[in-house]
């Protein structure tokens, strides 16, 4: 669903992504981990066509995202890890305008982001404006927005960041039911137990380059610690491949 295949992306003299190569399949909730500063954001704003890579080929379900940008739109659904929202728009406004993006009218969007609003609890506020909302609810809202057009491959950057534990529960129960539709679910996140309760597979990325991937499981026998949390084995391969890049 996604392949990623001799990715680079440099930025004057730092190599912020480079030689990654990454298949994620259909309905795959796989989890993108890495210390600050790894390349994580990077990859997904170029997976996303915010950043234009160095080198390298994106195909999301077979589409190229530089040559093939709008059908790659239409499938993809991204929630950054500080979305931008109107705040003088009320939030049912806001999902309006998310959803005309997509081609969807408003009968459409009210019909389809009903659900949402009803999981997260936004009914009450839907009329209000967003800039009285707290840094959850406008969480909540924007990932709801982004699913009116139901895509196939949802790409999220740290989701959990002011959920409260209530909310962070539907959230997680939210991607599991996605996954069982067959949606691909592309998480970053520094939040290492979320990785090991839900991700089907895990990638650690670190100073650019794919450093593990494969299941919890997987990466405990690459790390030699057939006991240890995603955390201690997190620790354990980012400390010994911490070396620098040559330029």
């Known amino acids: 669903m996604i392949s990623i295949r001799g990715l680079n992306k440099v930025f004057g003299k730092t190599r912020a992504v480079v030689d990654l190569d990454l298949e994620v399949r259909q309905g795959e909730l796989f989890g993108f981990l890495g210390p600050n500063g790894a390349g994580k954001t990077t990859t997904i704003k170029i997976l996303n066509g915010l950043l234009e890579p160095t080198s390298g080929?994106?195909?999301m379900k077979g589409f190229d995202i530089h040559n093939e940008s709008r059908e790659v739109k239409r499938i993809t659904g991204y929630v950054a890890d500080r979305p931008f929202l109107y705040e003088k728009l009320t939030g049912i406004e806001f999902m309006h305008f998310m959803g005309g993006l997509y081609g969807l009218d408003k009968k459409s969007c009210d019909a389809q982001g009903q659900e949402f609003l009803e999981l997260f609890d936004l009914v009450d506020v839907a009329d209000e404006l967003v800039e009285g909302y707290s840094h959850g609810m406008k969480q909540k809202l924007v990932i709801s927005s982004v699913l009116l057009h139901r895509p196939e491959i949802f790409v999220v950057d740290?989701?959990?960041v002011g959920l409260d534990p209530k909310s962070a529960r539907k959230l997680k129960n939210l991607f599991r039911k996605?996954?069982?539709?067959g949606v691909t679910v592309?998480?970053?996140?520094?939040?290492?137990?979320?990785?090991?309760?839900?991700?089907?597979?895990?990638?650690?990325?670190?100073?650019?380059r794919l450093l593990a991937l494969g299941s919890v499981g997987e990466l405990?026998?690459?790390?030699?610690?057939?006991?240890?949390?995603?955390?201690e084995i997190f620790l354990k391969l980012t400390e010994e491949g911490d070396e620098p890049l040559p330029e």
């Open 158 to 160: 740290e989701p959990m």
């Open 186 to 208: 592309f998480l970053s996140t520094h939040t290492l137990a979320v990785a090991e309760a839900l991700c089907d597979r895990v990638g650690i990325i670190q100073t650019g």
């Open 57 to 59: 080929q994106v195909l």
């Open 178 to 181: 996605l996954c069982e539709k």
């Open 220 to 231: 405990r026998s690459m790390a030699e610690s057939p006991f240890s949390d995603l955390e």
